[in-house]
C-alpha cells in the first residue's frame, strides 16, 4: 500500500490596520457613541473579542462598523474586563480604535489625530507595535474582527 503524503497548508494573509489607544472614564458605548459623532462613524455593539489565557477564555467587549461601500472597519475594543487586561503591556489604556482594511491605507492618521477634541477621550495615541509577540497579538484579533 503506498505512503499516504500529507501536506502542512499555510494561509499567511496580512491585513492592513492601525492601532490608537484610547484613554477615557467612561463606558465603552458612551466613547464609541463620542467616536461616532467625531468620525460620524455608525460603531455598534458586536460580538465580543474572545481569548485564550490560561485555559480560560477571556471576553472583551467590541463595537464595530463597516461600511457597505468601502473595506475598512472600525473597532473599539475594551481592554479590561472582569477576568483582567487584553494585554499587559497597555494596561493604562482603556481601548483601542483599530481601522483596518485593504483600504485603510488612504485614511490620513494625522486628519484623525487632529480631530479628536473631546472632554470625555483623556488621551489618545497611535500605538506602535514593537515586538514579534503583539504583532501575532493584533493579527488575532484582527482574525476575529473579519470573520
Known amino acids: 500500500m503506498p505512503k499516504k503524503k500529507t501536506h502542512k497548508l ?3 494573509y496580512t491585513i492592513p490596520y492601525f492601532i490608537f ?3 477615557s472614564c467612561e463606558k ?3 466613547v464609541s457613541n463620542e467616536l461616532n459623532c467625531l468620525f460620524e462613524l455608525k460603531l455598534s455593539l458586536f460580538n465580543p473579542i474572545e481569548i485564550q489565557a490560561g485555559g ?3 471576553s472583551f467587549e467590541r463595537f464595530s462598523c463597516q461600511f457597505d461601500d468601502s473595506d475598512i472597519n472600525y473597532s473599539l475594543i475594551s481592554i479590561s474586563s472582569k477576568t483582567g487586561p487584553l494585554i ?3 494596561r493604562d489604556i482603556d481601548y483601542f480604535l483599530i481601522i483596518s482594511g485593504t483600504e485603510s491605507a488612504t485614511i490620513n492618521k494625522e486628519q484623525i489625530l487632529e480631530k479628536i477634541n473631546s472632554p470625555l ?9 514593537k515586538t514579534k509577540k503583539e504583532k ?3 493579527q488575532e484579533i484582527l482574525q476575529q474582527i473579519w470573520i
Open 21 to 23: 489607544g484610547i484613554v
Open 136 to 138: 501575532e497579538f493584533f
Open 28 to 30: 465603552g458605548v458612551i
Open 121 to 129: 477621550i483623556l488621551a489618545f495615541s497611535e500605538i506602535v507595535i
Open 10 to 12: 499555510v494561509v499567511n
Open 56 to 58: 480560560n477564555i477571556k
Open 88 to 90: 499587559e503591556t497597555y
